[in-house]
């Protein structure tokens, strides 16, 4: 907590959709919640590798601020069995910066939706960031698979997710 007695989420957006499904789940979930959001599409993060210059690249300037949350909500759309290209490419970048941010022990879930049965068409992201957490030394607490086929209007969030709002909101309460 930042010293104002509020639990501070943070949800990073690997979706290139910034409007899209999930940006609109990760709302629900986070529903009455403190938070800040990074639509990684919004933002220039160069692939390791690549060389750029500070001012062109907006991954420590991210990275920085996701150190400073209290939990952190991960979303990805599902992309040809796994997690976008987005995602990925932040994802790699934060093994380069594990000395230079404290990351220990916040909370993190992965959100990962899709419109093919999510647990099985994508079983490799999940296991994918709680390696990185594991390194970052992170609180991995689950992964939450959200079939989006049934996702039709705004009452169909409610059933797809209650239950997963339900534990979000216990951390807050833990803390």
């Known amino acids: 907590m930042l010293g104002d007695g ?38 220039h993060v160069a692939q390791l590798g690549q060389q750029r210059q500070a001012q062109d690249d907006d991954f420590l300037a991210i990275a920085k601020e996701v150190a ?3 939990a952190l909500l991960i979303g990805t759309p599902i992309y040809w069995s796994d997690m976008t290209g987005l995602l990925k490419t932040f994802l790699d970048r934060c093994t380069l910066v594990a000395r230079q941010f404290d990351f220990s022990q916040i909370p993190v879930y992965v959100l990962i939706n899709g419109t ?15 390696q990185l957490c594991d390194f970052l030394k992170m609180d991995f607490q689950d992964a939450i698979y959200v079939d989006t086929s049934v996702i039709v209007q705004p009452a169909d969030y409610a059933a797809a997710l209650h239950n997963e709002q339900q534990k979000l909101h216990m951390i807050v309460k833990a803390g």
């Open 6 to 43: 509020i639990m501070h989420w943070g949800f990073i957006n690997g979706s290139p959709n910034a409007h899209g499904h999930t940006a609109k789940l990760a709302q629900y979930l986070l529903a009455d919640q403190s938070q800040v959001s990074w639509n990684l599409v919004e933002h």
């Open 68 to 70: 400073a949350v209290d």
């Open 116 to 130: 093919q049965s999510p647990t099985t068409t994508a079983a490799g992201i999940a296991p994918a960031v709680a």
